[in-house]
Nanobody
Framework: QVQLVESGGGLVQPGGSLTLSCAASGFSFSSYAMRWYRQAPGKEREFVARIAMTGSITTYAGSVKGRFTISRDNAKNSAYLQMNSLKPEDTAVYYC???????????WGQGTQVTVSS
């Protein structure tokens, strides 16, 4: 069955770093673009970052540009979000998303909590 299994969330101090992982199975991972979204309490889900099938093209939300890095390893069927210089406003549930270009086919992970607090 199709699965996106996330890991790496937790509590981190302001200014710290954290890496989220998304392990995919049950579909042709290398054919999909990968994205990260986040949702804070009382707010709508917002786009964070995306990476193309080959990993050659990346896009970031302005709020995380220069601090976060999205990557993928097609040999491991995994996507990652490296988060540096974390701020309290980065606190949210982070979701992994896979989308097949040119189609309406998408898959979502279960979400993982990231809390930035001292």
């Amino acid at each position: 069955q199709v699965q996106l299994v996330e890991s790496g969330g937790g509590l981190v101090q302001p200014g710290g770093s954290l890496t989220l992982s998304c392990a995919a199975s049950g579909f042709s991972f290398s054919s999909y673009a990968m994205r990260w979204y986040r949702q804070a309490p009382g707010k709508e889900r917002e786009f964070v970052a995306r990476i193309a099938m080959t990993g050659s093209i990346t896009t970031y939300a302005g709020s995380v540009k220069g601090r976060f890095t999205i990557s993928r390893d097609n040999a491991k069927n995994s996507a990652y979000l490296q988060m540096n210089s974390l701020k309290p406003e980065d606190t949210a549930v982070y979701y992994c998303n896979a989308v097949l270009p040119g189609t309406n086919t998408q898959y979502w992970g279960q979400g993982t909590q990231v809390t930035v607090s001292s």
